[in-house]
């Protein structure tokens, strides 16, 4: 099966270890993390950042699923999140809300506070070695070069950035422009709500993973396995909308403007894990290699992590991408594997 990689950069992008202000798509990628902005709210108007936001309709009780790994003296609640949601959206209930309020840490991915100094040292090496990057349109076909540009103006990026970035990161960007034309952003995220609630409340807050690793390991993967796969979809690719891009008229015979944008939010809100194991990396090489730097090698390590945080004692709330806890390689089966039982509690 071959996915569109731009649909499989949305797919990664949901499980990237970038902090909200990594996300900003700025004239200047170092900016101090606390000035930056995203383009929908940075005056810059395009098709899809002058586009009104989808409306949220929730007519059911939330209730994401939860897991529990425990032993004599250690508690750990595994929780799935969306990094990314629109203003309003209903995840929590009574059952969440007490496990919050019972632990004495919440434990992310990569919290804003760990990876601020270092992210802004990364975008400075980005911006040092954009001189001597080829520009990505330059690397493919005059026509599909052409595509590419159309897709960075599409989304509100400025030139020069969106074609001197990596093309895995501009893809990135554009992906995170088309989620906020829609209403999500990262303020109204599982892992920013929590941060901001744990820091309120004087409780810890930790990391369990250095994003920066993740990222450099994402960048190391052959960028000509991307482009091989990016030409094809731009070849096809009309042109006239971020949307249409890698999207087969013939995969749904449900009408576009019925289909809910969020219907992928609502599964998880209540508690739906098996569409969250198919997230569409595909069978590609390139496919292939990007589950295995996010998926599996990260659930490998996190699963050693939390075998040895058994060994101390208290509570934490393990707050995580939705896909690390679901499907084949997820952090369960995992730990399943070294001997370990993991109750699903909601």
């Known amino acids: 099966m071959k996915n569109s990689p731009f649909v499989v950069a949305l797919s990664a992008m949901l499980l990237a270890p970038m902090p909200s202000h990594a996300w900003a798509q700025d004239n200047n990628f170092v900016e101090a993390p606390q000035k930056k902005k995203s383009i929908r709210n940075a005056g810059i108007e395009t ?33 799935g999140t969306i990094h990314v949601l629109p203003e309003g959206f209903e995840w929590r209930n009574g059952v969440f809300d007490r496990i919050v309020g ?104 930790g990391s369990i993973e250095d994003s920066l690793e993740v990222l450099r ?8 396995l ?9 070849a096809a690719w009309d042109g006239e909308t971020i949307d249409t891009l890698g999207v087969e008229e013939e995969e749904s015979d449900e009408p576009a403007e019925t289909i809910d944008p969020f219907q992928g939010e609502h599964d998880w809100a209540q508690g739906e894990t098996s569409e969250l194991a198919e997230l569409g990396f595909g069978d590609t090489e390139f496919g292939l290699e990007l589950e295995r730097v996010l998926l599996e ?37 995992m730990l399943s594997e070294r001997g370990f039982e993991v109750k699903r509690i909601q």
């Open 47 to 79: 098709p899809y950042t002058a586009r009104r936001p989808d409306p949220v309709v929730q007519d059911y009780e939330p209730a994401p699923a939860i897991w529990l790994l425990e032993d004599a003296d250690t508690k750990i609640y595994m929780f």
């Open 217 to 224: 390991s994402l960048l190391a993967i052959d960028e000509d």
């Open 102 to 205: 019972e632990v004495d840490e919440l434990v992310v991915e990569t919290s804003d506070a760990d990876s601020d100094a270092g992210m802004q040292t990364f975008f400075a090496e980005l911006m040092a070695d954009a001189d001597t990057r080829t520009p990505t349109s330059q690397r493919l076909t005059p026509e599909s070069g052409e595509k590419w540009l159309k897709l960075g103006r599409l989304a509100g990026i400025p030139h020069d950035q969106f074609d001197l970035t990596p093309p895995l990161l501009a893809m990135f960007g554009a992906g995170l422009e088309m989620m906020e034309a829609q209403g999500s952003e990262h303020e109204y995220g599982v892992e920013t709500v929590l941060e901001a609630e744990f820091a309120e409340a004087g409780k810890p807050i």
């Open 226 to 234: 991307l482009l091989k796969e990016l030409e094809e979809d731009l």
């Open 297 to 333: 090698n990260r659930n490998a390590k996190w699963t050693v992590w939390l075998e040895d945080r058994l060994d101390r004692p208290g509570s934490i709330l393990l707050a995580v991408g939705a896909a690390h806890l679901a499907g084949d390689v997820s952090v369960q089966s």
